[in-house]
């Protein structure tokens, strides 16, 4: 089993600030804060290829490097996304509730390099434990004098505040959080400005999934080198891949990008439920297109992914045994971002709409070889037109399902029912 | 909503101090409204139009800019729940775990539909999206509680016993 730097070692409890510091923690903060300049900590996290743990993968030092410089006229802020609600994403909460004071140590190095003058942590109303455990880790670490003014012997002064989410997936787009964080509809924003210029209250923001600063630390104690020896060379690092689904054993597990598919399945997840065959494969949230089990041989890091028509996303692995329609597995999507859509563009509005219904339509086999046009087309509609990227992730689940799986979608509309008795039920 | 007429306050003034307190965190307060929202309904079990015009007050907006976030926000409640409040994720993971057989298990054996509610208050269903729990499918909350996990669609006794 490859070394673990994001999660504690088994049966070790960390979250108390005692626990922590005796694994050498805060080591790297002290560090960053006393013998780094904070452009130095931008230009190791650069030199490390860290890329954003969020779904995106954009590189972690490029975007900080974005940030004025201080002595602006507006203060800075770093913005954490601790939104996490793609589903099959369930490890930022691992994080956050397992090992919380690793989780603002990032924060602390990230606020840091940035010149922030607080983080703002935005956690989604759901997950109440982590918000506790939280709470707690910083009342600790404001105790110790690693918060607030004059935090590590400086003059500086930072701290972390914590934001709670109401259940809107649309939370999750970095500029619908902030409009939430504000006090409002989830909404995303037009970019530009880009919240870099402008981010929280107008002023310049870096927004940060909870996982990405999560790697900071130990970069900082180790150094760029030593990350880059994990992973692949577009994709450094170890990652938290959630596997759940028809396993034998889902859960969370941290392991370096570009692992192959296939063993994070049969190795670490102890392969498919009841010894069934392996039939579709999730790679990385809902919103990133389905694999079939032919395509299980990739490595799950950023190119590997693109080359064989999916992305890495969240990395959370959601998989699909013989048993399951996989029309079934679409509506449960596509139902999902009809609910989920904010509504202000009328493609993702409409688009999302029309794309549950057609697939409700063939699933109770009344479909029409038509209608499998018609998602194709109302998909085409609805990319690359819109504010966000929720538009296109929908329209990405329900064709890449089609184009994967068109011959079971056909079955449909010639059988006129499911072809698959057995399956799970939407 | 008999709480407009009556002309005194609905927000106490423990739960009045706790949402100025948060205010301080952000340097606008309507930042806080989201908390004060989860504040009230956990005091209150939902967020009435009396509230929802209190807690404008309190951070100085409309009351329609308040309403605005409460209807936009799956989580807040315009209209009282049940005391138990179920809410069982039909998302992906939990789809594929059972989570339709959980949800019918408990439509029969409450008497109800998902959005209803029991005719004593005492319990209510709701279908919500992804809890973030995918690998301890099929996953249940109640209230703002922490979760229920590794619900199996065969024990639905059991897993009333655990909401109590």
């Known amino acids: 089993m490859p070394e673990r730097y994001l999660l504690p070692p088994d049966g070790t409890d960390l979250r108390s600030i005692d626990a922590y510091r005796k694994q050498g923690g805060y080591a790297a903060a002290t560090k960053a804060l006393r013998e780094m300049t904070p452009e130095s900590v931008v230009e190791v996290v650069k030199e490390s290829g860290l890329r954003g743990r969020g779904g995106a993968g954009f590189t972690t030092g490029q975007k900080w490097s974005f940030m004025p410089k201080p002595g602006g006229p507006k203060p800075s802020y770093l913005a954490c996304n601790a939104d996490e609600s793609e589903p099959g994403t369930f490890k930022d909460r691992q994080i956050m509730e397992r090992n919380p004071h690793l989780f603002l140590e990032g924060l602390i190095i990230g606020g840091y390099a940035i010149h922030a003058r607080a983080a703002y942590v935005y956690i989604r109303g759901e997950y109440i434990t982590a918000f506790r455990v939280l709470s707690d880790a910083i009342r600790e670490a404001r105790g110790a004098g690693l918060l607030g003014k004059g935090l590590f012997g400086s003059d500086r002064e930072f701290d972390v505040h914590l934001m709670r989410g109401a259940g809107a997936y649309i939370c999750g787009e970095e500029t619908g959080m902030i409009e939430s964080a504000e006090g409002r509809k989830g909404q995303p924003r037009k970019r530009p400005p880009f919240p870099a210029v402008s981010g929280l209250w107008n002023c310049p923001t870096t927004v940060n999934n909870v996982e990405t600063v999560s790697h900071v630390p130990a970069i900082i104690t180790r ?3 030593w990350f880059k020896t994990i992973g692949t060379p577009a994709s450094t690092g170890n ?101 989920e859509t904010c509504g202000q ?48 992730a929908a329209a990405w689940a329900a ?28 | 909503m008999s709480a407009v007429a009556s002309g005194a306050p609905l927000l106490s003034a423990g739960l009045r101090e706790t949402i100025a307190a948060e205010t301080t965190k952000y340097p606008q307060p309507r930042s806080a409204l989201l ?36 209807t936009f926000y799956p989580m807040y409640h315009e209209h009282p729940v049940g005391r138990r409040n179920i809410q069982v994720c039909v998302n992906i993971a939990c789809a594929l775990g059972g989570a339709r057989q959980v949800m019918r298990g408990l439509e029969d054996r409450l008497g109800i539909a998902p959005g209803g509610r029991t005719p004593d208050g005492q319990y209510s269903l709701e279908e919500v999206q992804c809890l973030g729990s995918c690998g301890t499918a099929v996953c ?25």
């Open chain 2, 140 to 164: 249940v909350q109640v209230n703002n509680e922490p979760y229920i996990e590794n619900v199996k669609p065969g024990a639905i006794d059991e897993l009333l016993k655990r909401i109590g």
């Open chain 1, 399 to 426: 064709t890449g399902f089609l184009r994967r799986f068109r011959s079971e979608f056909e079955a449909h509309v010639h059988e006129r029912r499911c072809p698959l008795p057995e399956s799970f039920e939407p």
């Open chain 1, 223 to 225: 150094g760029a080198a």
């Open chain 1, 239 to 339: 990652t938290l891949f959630g596997i759940s689904g028809h396993v034998n054993r889902p859960g969370v597990y941290e392991l370096p990008l570009g692992t192959p598919l296939r063993e994070i399945i049969e190795v670490h997840a102890g392969g498919v439920r009841g010894g069934r065959a392996l039939k579709a494969i999730i790679p990385g949230g809902v919103s990133m297109p389905v694999l079939s089990a032919a395509q299980a041989d990739v490595a799950m890091d950023h190119d590997s992914l693109k080359q064989v028509g999916s992305l890495l996303g969240t990395g959370g692995i959601v998989v699909m045994d013989e048993t399951a329609c996989m029309v079934r597995a679409a509506i449960v999507i596509a139902r999902f971002f009809r609910h």
């Open chain 2, 35 to 70: 908390i004060a929202l989860h504040l009230i309904q956990g005091e209150l079990g939902y967020v009435p139009l009396q509230a929802q015009r209190e807690v404008a007050e309190l951070l100085g907006i409309k009351p329609i800019e308040v309403r605005e976030v409460v």
């Open chain 1, 345 to 392: 563009c009328t493609q993702c509005r409409e688009g999302t709409a029309w794309l549950y219904k057609l697939l409700r339509r063939i699933e109770a086999g009344e479909g029409t070889l038509d209608d499998l046009k018609t998602i194709d087309s109302v998909g085409g509609y609805m990319e690359g037109q819109t504010i966000c990227a929720l538009s296109d």
